[in-house]
Each structure stands twice: as C-alpha cells, then as structure tokens.
Nanobody
Framework: VQLQASGGGLVQAGDSLRLSCAASDGTFRRYGLGWFRQAPGKERELLAVIRWNGGAKDYADSVRGRFTISRDNAKNTGTLRMNGLEPEDTADYYC?????????????????????WGQGTLVTVSS
C-alpha cells in the first residue's frame, strides 16, 4: 500500500492545519496508522498513533491536547488535526502504516514499528 501525505504549509503561531494521508488501496483499514515529524538535525518523532479500527489512540507529550489523529477506513484516509501550532512544530510530517501486523492493537513506540511510509509534507510555523 502506498501513502501520500498532504496539507502542509506556512502558518503563523497559533494557527491550525489539517494534514491528510491518502492510501492507495483498501488494505489501509487493516493497519495501525502513525504520524511522525522530523526537524532538521533531529530524529524522527512519533506524534500520534491510531489503531486499525479507529479505536485506541496515543499521543506524544509534545502534542497531546493540541493534535488529534483520526481515520476514515471507508475512504482509505487518515488525518492529523493540529491546533495551536508553535514555531517548534516546524518540521517535515510523515504518515506511516504498520503493515507487518494487521489488526494489531498493542503499543507502538517509534518509527521501527512502521514499514510503509508516505513522502513528507512540510509544516512551517512562523512566530
């Protein structure tokens, strides 16, 4: 399954953005979905995860309360809603699927838990 992330752009501090992740086929619904970001010179950071059935969701401390992950399995899409953006949120944002463990509902830890990646979409937050 191929993924395509979109929705990035240049915004001001305090603004909101909605990132989308479109999957190429309906196997999308079998897999856990994660959103990541990577800023220059930093490691890729797991921001949010949603299980295959849209059930349990987890968030990194850095975005909890500001970002919301969701998915629509009927449309093969995932979304990351970002509110209260800060300059520190500036990064390339990626979506990814855990295709090696269909219907998995356990914990996720980092990028090694995901094997199918979309290209990044750049989010730039000005102060």
């Amino acid at each position: 399954v191929q993924l395509q992330a979109s929705g990035g752009g240049l915004v001001q501090a305090g603004d909101s953005l909605r990132l989308s992740c479109a999957a190429s086929d309906g196997t999308f619904r079998r897999y856990g979905l994660g959103w990541f970001r990577q800023a220059p010179g930093k490691e890729r950071e797991l921001l949010a995860v949603i299980r295959w059935n849209g059930g349990a969701k987890d968030y990194a401390d850095s975005v909890r309360g500001r970002f919301t992950i969701s998915r629509d399995n009927a449309k093969n899409t995932g979304t990351l809603r970002m509110n209260g953006l800060e300059p520190e949120d500036t990064a390339d944002y990626y979506c990814a699927l855990d295709t090696l463990r269909p219907y998995y509902s356990g914990p996720y830890y980092d990028s090694r838990d995901f094997d199918s990646w979309g290209q990044g979409t750049l989010v730039t937050v000005s102060s």
